[in-house]
């Protein structure tokens, strides 16, 4: 220890609270170290909606950005992926299990997946990672994880348009129920963000959850049905019907029905796509909201 | 500074002044992952114990750090204060928490109006070119994009790096981030500006040119702190102090008189360390 020990006993304060609140009502004055009420913390939200966007689409900018081709990769990668799962398993290997066309309802499982995945494991990492812009401005923490989502998101626009390319090429025609895509992805897009939330909240109490969501992650990828189906392989039992209404198998399902003619479209799936994504936004807003005077620690 | 109970709330209030932040009894506890448990002190007793010790110290490392532990004041309207203190005595802390910027543990703080921060550690993204961390930077502090828009020539202007705006922040020199981070954190003037060490940044033209620039903002803001550990600049900018010490407030009132106790104190810390070492 460098210098004298000054004695340095805490003090009582000065005022009672009452006091102050007292003081602090009769000149107008609010509490900075409070999140204000749900309500007014989702109008402030609301009202930061550019930043929530301008920080996505930098951040899906920034990932294709080191090289030369540049803003190319965000349709060439998937092109890639998609190109080699055609060849592999629509050319090389016969492997339909119990799938009419697989390299087609391949592509769409895992552009999909991805998608909620990433937005699980990068929404968790949404305040640590920004932890120097948390410190220096205030604004309603939330932006940073629904942010992630919409990047993520913006990234699998690109994905999705090879994939409409592709699939006429390999047997499957443009059909009406294409147009209902839109609102399967806004709904799938809805559930995202309130995962991200979620995942982000849960982070901020269980520091180690970081190290279980990619877990978590793992084993969603095998039982969601990227791969195979589940009506096919596990039947029609009560544990059937689980693992096809859970929300990722469920929204690897819709988006399917729009974009595939063997996965017929069927009304259930929206109903619980819509139950999902409202779900999932309500519990993600509210539980996040809940802690926003606690983010930025460490 | 009379201060007398104007109010009749109990909390002084020297006549026909408006406090802007009101602060009672606030802590702040750094929660410090990493790090080996038991940093601070609490060795284990007996050889078993250190054993033990020794095994799960690399398990469950969380060390709680109080940086602010109850610290109370009032300030108002037009008041300009300089925050001092020596390094690490928790006054960029105390400041940070009052801004909104990180947890507290307790205690309460009361403000009227919005409160910004300025510094040069502001967070931009380095990947991005200078233009979309200006549109990024303004539009977290809640401007619109017309409004970042407006602002977005004064700010390349007063930053001073030209067209390197439209390369990415990773190519810039260290200078020239920390005057763009200073340049967009300065485009606005906030009701309460807090100022964290900001006015070090850059060569000597680059630091009369920011000092001007925050004169003129504290002119428009109500109230103004001003981080520092140099007296100088707190003398010559603020009229009142405030000493943290950690964690505590040690003195708070007139520059001056808080200026020449910390000096004072300062030196005898110096002299006892020539002596001793």
Redesign the interface.
């Known amino acids: 220890m460098?210098?004298?020990r000054?004695p340095?006993?805490?003090?009582d304060?000065?005022?009672?609270?009452s006091?102050?609140a007292?003081?602090?009502h009769?000149?107008?004055?609010?509490?900075?170290?409070t999140p204000p009420g749900l309500v007014r913390y989702l109008r402030q939200l609301w009202?930061?909606r550019?930043?929530v966007i301008?920080?996505a689409t930098?951040r899906a900018?920034?990932r294709n950005?080191?090289n030369v081709l540049g803003q190319l990769w965000a349709a060439l990668n998937p092109l890639l992926l998609a190109g080699s799962y055609f060849l592999i398993f629509g050319l090389l290997l016969d492997t339909s299990r119990g799938v009419d066309n697989y390299p087609a309802f391949l592509s769409v499982g895992i552009f999909i997946f991805s998608f909620i995945a990433a937005s699980a494991t990068t929404g968790a990492k949404s305040i640590t990672s920004?932890?120097?812009?948390?410190?220096?401005?205030?604004?309603p923490r939330a932006a940073l994880p629904v942010s992630v989502a919409l990047a993520e998101f913006l990234l699998l626009l690109p994905a999705i348009g090879v994939l409409l390319v592709l699939l006429p090429i390999v047997g499957e025609p443009p059909r009406w129920e294409w147009l209902l895509l839109p609102g399967a992805m806004a709904l799938l897009f809805g559930f995202c963000a309130g995962l991200s939330m979620i995942c982000a909240r849960l982070v901020l109490d269980v520091?180690d959850a970081t190290n279980l969501i990619p877990v978590a992650v793992r084993l969603l990828r095998y039982v969601s049905g990227v791969f195979f189906s589940i009506a096919a392989y596990a039947g029609h039992g009560a544990l059937s019907l689980v693992m096809q209404y859970q929300p990722v198998a469920l929204f690897l399902q819709l988006v399917r029905s729009c974009l595939l003619s063997e996965v017929p479209q069927d009304p259930l799936l929206w109903l619980w796509g819509a139950v999902w994504a409202v779900g999932f936004l309500v519990v993600g807003a509210v539980v996040f909201w809940r802690a926003e005077?606690?983010?930025?620690?460490? | 500074m009379a201060a007398t109970d104007v109010t009749g709330t109990g909390v002084p209030v020297p006549p026909g002044r408006v406090p802007s932040i009101v602060v009672r009894d606030l802590r702040v506890t750094y929660k410090a992952y990493g790090g080996k448990r038991n940093a601070l002190g609490d060795e284990a007793e007996g050889r078993l114990g250190r054993a033990l010790d020794r095994v799960t110290r690399h398990v469950g490392t969380v060390t709680e750090v109080p940086a602010v532990r109850g610290v109370s004041f009032v300030a108002y309207e037009g008041e300009s204060i300089g925050v001092i203190g020596r390094n690490g005595s928790g006054k960029s802390t105390l400041l940070r928490a009052i801004a909104g910027l990180i947890p507290t543990a307790g205690g309460e703080v009361w403000a009227g109006g919005d409160i910004a921060l300025m510094g040069v550690n502001a967070a931009l993204s380095s990947a991005l070119s200078g233009e979309r961390n200006i549109m990024l930077g303004g539009l977290a502090k809640g401007l619109s994009r017309k409004q970042v828009n407006e602002l977005h020539d004064w700010i390349v202007d007063f930053a001073g790096i030209g067209d390197f705006v439209h390369l990415p922040m990773r190519t810039y020199s260290s200078g020239m981030a920390a005057r763009l981070r200073f340049a967009i954190s300065a485009s606005t003037a906030p009701d309460i500006l807090i100022i964290d060490e900001a006015l070090s940044t850059g060569d000597v033209e680059f630091r009369a040119k920011s000092a001007a620039r925050v004169e003129e903002i504290r002119q428009q803001a109500g109230t103004v702190f001003l981080v520092s550990h140099s007296t100088a600049t707190v003398r010559k900018m603020c009229d009142r102090a405030i000493w943290i010490d950690r964690g505590l407030l040690r003195m708070d009132g007139p520059t001056d008189e808080v200026c020449d106790s910390y000096e004072r104190v300062m030196r005898a810390i110096r002299r006892k360390k020539r002596l001793r070492g």
């Open positions: 460098t210098g004298r000054w340095a006993l805490e003090v304060p000065p005022w009672s609270a006091q102050v007292e003081l602090a009769e000149y107008g004055l609010e509490r900075v170290d009202e930061r550019a930043f301008e920080l930098a900018y920034e950005q080191n920004n932890l120097s812009l948390v410190r220096s401005v205030r604004f520091r005077g606690r983010y930025g620690r460490d």
